[in-house]
């Protein structure tokens, strides 16, 4: 079984989702997609893609590019490197978790759009404060595929986005919101003849020893797995 995890470009950083998964399956094989590298040829070799956080996405993908000053540490290559990525990936059917910035660039793949700054529009601080990190609660759609991941109406969750959805793409369906309002997961609406899509707003490879955590990286291999026999038997 292969994964790709895309580069986060901080490597301590992106240790971290190595270990998350690894944690659950020692022997998957892991495979860094990067801009630097620019090997998207890799994606159709993959049994998995796993799309990771970091700075926001360029506005400009979303139509929104006079508001580039309200965005933090976007890198265009890093976009359009991963957006290609997403691409193939859906062209082969392959299972995907976003997370955080992964959620927002699958958002704007599918023609949804974000929001720039949540402070700016009203939303409570979604960001830690200094070392101390930011947690809230979710409230989770009862007919998700989250919800059996979960197995629970409501959840706690680490936060460090000062971007959120704001419009979901297409096919897209909300499955979590926080106390103010925002978007915090997502799934597509029709999941027959779908690969397997979660989103999640927050950091569960940070939260490696929480059973939510757990359950999320167990599901996710689990529809990888799947995914990868089905795949044999037809051919």
């Known amino acids: ?18 270990r998350w998964i690894t944690n659950i399956e020692p022997e998957v094989e892991i495979a860094k997609l990067s801009q630097r590298e620019k090997n998207v040829v890799d994606v159709s ?45 859906l062209d082969n059917d392959i299972p995907v978790f976003g997370i955080c910035r992964g959620m927002q660039l ?18 409570e601080k979604h960001r830690s404060v200094k070392d101390a990190e930011n947690v809230h ?19 706690m969750v680490n936060s460090s986005h000062h971007q959120s959805v704001k419009k979901l793409g297409r096919g897209l369906m909300a499955t979590a ?11 597509w609406t029709l999941k027959e003849g779908m690969p ?11 939260m490696i020893d ?12 689990r529809e990888v797995q799947h995914s990868k026999r089905m795949k044999a038997t037809t051919l």
């Open 137 to 155: 609660s979710l409230t989770i759609h009862p007919h998700s595929l989250l919800r059996e991941i979960t197995s629970s109406a409501e959840i």
């Open 177 to 187: 919101l926080s106390p103010d309002g925002v978007t915090e997961a997502a799934e």
């Open 1 to 18: 079984m292969r994964i790709g995890i895309t580069d986060c470009l901080k490597e301590d950083k992106y240790n971290l989702y190595v």
């Open 45 to 89: 070799e993959l049994d998995g893609l796993l799309l990771t956080g970091g700075g926001d996405v360029h506005p400009r993908f979303y139509g929104m590019e006079k508001h580039l000053s309200k965005t933090e540490g976007v890198d265009e290559a890093r976009d359009a490197f991963e957006l290609e990525i997403i691409d193939k990936a």
């Open 196 to 206: 397997f899509l979660t989103l999640v707003q927050w950091h569960p490879e940070r």
């Open 106 to 123: 699958m958002n704007v793949y599918l023609g949804g759009e974000l929001i720039l700054d949540l402070e700016s529009e009203g939303f």
């Open 210 to 221: 929480d059973s939510v955590s757990k359950n999320l990286a167990s599901m996710f291999l």
